[in-house]
């Protein structure tokens, strides 16, 4: 297993938030998130995220190797943010990383709801990424 993480990459996956119509002034302005509208990568100013670039590009190569359109999620920096394994993760096996998710509206409520479009993208850029893009 040692042998392969020098040419490994970490996609952690979760889900991620979709720009709200009630709450859009907790949004960065040029990154609002749709549902229905494909996998969400996910990026923090304060590493709550584990995206770094060649990750990003990786998993954006992946997806468009099955005609997935990619979304970007920017948590504004001033704000408390939530966090994915993928940090953690990441600063263990000091791999190239990138945080995906599937956009959702109301994200730790009981009304959650996300888009059943969402799926199939995601788990078309999935088998991708696992196929090597």
């Not at 549902?35 to 990786?58: E, F």
């Not at 600063?91 to 709801?113: K, N």
């Amino acid at each position: 297993m040692q042998a392969s993480l020098p040419s490994s990459m970490l996609l952690s996956a979760d889900m991620a938030h979709a720009t709200h119509p009630n709450y859009t002034d907790r949004h960065e302005p040029s990154h609002w998130v749709e549902l229905g509208a494909g996998p969400v990568i996910k990026h923090n100013t304060n590493v709550r995220y584990a995206t770094d670039s060649r990750g990003a590009a990786a998993f954006r190569a992946a997806a468009s190797s099955v005609e997935v359109a990619v979304q970007d999620y920017s948590h504004r920096g001033d704000l408390p943010c939530g966090s994915t394994i993928g940090p953690l993760a990441a600063a263990g096996l000091a791999l190239d990383t990138v945080d995906v998710g599937a956009p959702q509206l109301s994200m730790h409520s009981i009304r959650e709801l996300m888009a059943v479009h969402d799926v199939e993208p995601m788990v078309r850029s999935f088998g991708a990424w696992l196929a090597g893009g």
